[in-house]
T-cell receptor
């Protein structure tokens, strides 16, 4: 069964360092997302991406964050200068089509900023 | 402000009984609604989605939607210990692509 794959599963980084989280969406999907979940809190939408550009972003997705689809398969989230409060699980998701259809989530990357 | 509200629980249900999980949402124009299951430390796993008022059944799961009351529920029949997890309600607000999630209800099925 096709699945969304995320690497690494766990990343530890020092405050102020840049991190790149990687995702391989399901191959025929066209819409890509990043969500985050701080420990004990709800899943929060960060950004959606379609046709090589951001289609929507939340208030959380400030100038410290960027996304890229560098090739035909990878979808990345970059955090330029990490803060302690960036520590969270980051989930990538993808959808076949836009609008009211279901999104499938990857297994997540646990980011720990020390 | 888009809000999705769920009782955080824990909701404790005996094995074999029906578990009933509820969710309300604030954005009246929302059109699509999703239930995800999340085991501790794992990613959300889609269980069901519903777009139209009424009931939608899939195996032991039934999703119910009442747009007038802005209310979505999930029924799990013949509850099993493996159903113990946090159940997340998610809503696709109008003119938006990202999902808005509730905090989730922690369900415990007692053997």
């Amino acid at each position: 069964e096709p699945e969304v794959t995320q690497t690494p599963s766990h990343q530890v980084t020092q405050m102020g360092q840049e991190v790149i989280l990687r995702c391989v969406p399901i191959s025929n999907h066209l819409y890509f997302y990043w969500y985050r979940q701080i420990l004990g809190q709800k899943v929060e939408f960060l950004v959606s991406f379609y046709n090589n550009e951001i289609s929507e972003k939340s208030e959380i997705f400030d100038d410290q964050f960027s996304v890229e689809r560098p090739d035909g398969s990878n979808f990345t989230l970059k955090i330029r200068s990490t803060k302690l409060e960036d520590s969270a699980m980051y989930f990538c998701a993808s959808k076949l089509v836009g609008g009211e259809t279901e999104a499938f989530f990857g297994q997540g990357t646990r980011l720990t900023v020390v | 402000q888009k809000e999705v509200e769920q009782n955080s629980g824990p909701l404790s249900v005996p094995e074999g009984a029906i578990a009933s999980l509820n969710c309300t949402y604030s954005d009246r124009g929302s059109q699509s609604f999703f239930w995800y299951r999340q085991y501790s430390g794992k990613s959300p796993e889609l269980i069901m989605f519903i777009y139209s008022n009424g009931d939608k059944e899939d195996g032991r799961f039934t999703a119910q939607l009442n747009k007038a009351s802005q209310y979505v529920s999930l029924l799990i029949r013949d509850s099993q210990p493996s159903d113990s997890a946090t159940y997340l309600c998610a809503v696709n607000p109008p003119v938006a692509d990202g999902l808005t999630f509730g905090k989730g209800t922690h369900l415990i099925i007692q053997p």
